[in-house]
């Protein structure tokens, strides 16, 4: 009988205290239901920018450039040069969502060290391709923009960055060219000093490294 009053006592006690408990979590704000918040309304201006910064078809595009790669190619310095030889790896990754392509490359051209990165995206506002390059051949970072052919496989860029030799500023066009999804090849085309005619810089072959 003693027990069961005593079992019956701490029923109690802890019964009481629960209950004082939700009483002070009813009064604590924190723990007040609220009423559920509608979104407030989106200015018709950040409609356009976030229209416009959304990950679409052209950057599903770029998603045949993911992954790891090896490259082989050749460098010409002037049209009439012997080439030399460029030779690394690439790996190409997605950031920020989806919206860019992040491509890093490590590998040796002419026996010396070489290591790139290139960021590209595709500008909803621009409806056109940018990318922006830097590596350890320059001090600086070429600027480019193009588009990409009806069949999705040929990207075709344009830039202009100025020749440390002349002094002049020379335009750079660049192709890379989708031959299955393993496969890639890419080459810049450059003017000869003084703006003239146009000759191949550089053919480098990708293949992806599985």
């Known amino acids: 009988m003693k027990a069961l009053m005593t079992a019956g006592f701490i029923a109690l ?6 209950m004082a408990q939700q009483k002070a979590d009813k009064a604590n704000p924190l723990f007040t239901a609220q009423p559920a918040q509608t979104a407030p309304a989106v200015p018709p201006e950040w409609e356009a920018i976030l229209n416009a910064s959304a990950p679409g078809p052209y950057q599903k595009l770029m998603e045949a450039f993911v992954g790891r790669w090896k490259a082989a190619g050749r460098v010409w310095g002037a049209p009439s040069a012997d080439p030399v ?21 490590m590998g040796e051209i002419a026996g010396r060290s070489l290591i790139g990165l290139v960021f590209m995206g ?19 970072f070429l600027s480019l923009a193009g588009t990409v052919s009806a069949d999705g496989r040929t990207f075709s860029l344009r830039g202009t960055y ?12 660049e192709e890379t060219t989708f031959d299955g ?26 293949t992806r490294v599985k």
């Open 181 to 206: 999804p393993d496969r890639m090849i890419s080459r810049a085309f450059d003017q000869t000093p003084g703006g003239g005619d146009e000759f191949k810089r550089w053919e480098t072959l990708y």
């Open 162 to 173: 100025k020749d440390p030799v002349t002094g002049r500023m020379r335009e750079q066009r």
């Open 13 to 18: 006690l802890f019964g009481s205290a629960a």
């Open 85 to 105: 030889v460029l030779e690394g790896t690439a790996s190409n990754t997605f950031i920020f969502g989806g919206r860019y392509l992040k491509m890093e490359f």
């Open 122 to 140: 595709f500008d909803n506002a621009r409806r056109e391709y940018t990318s922006v390059r830097f590596d350890t051949l320059t001090s600086g």
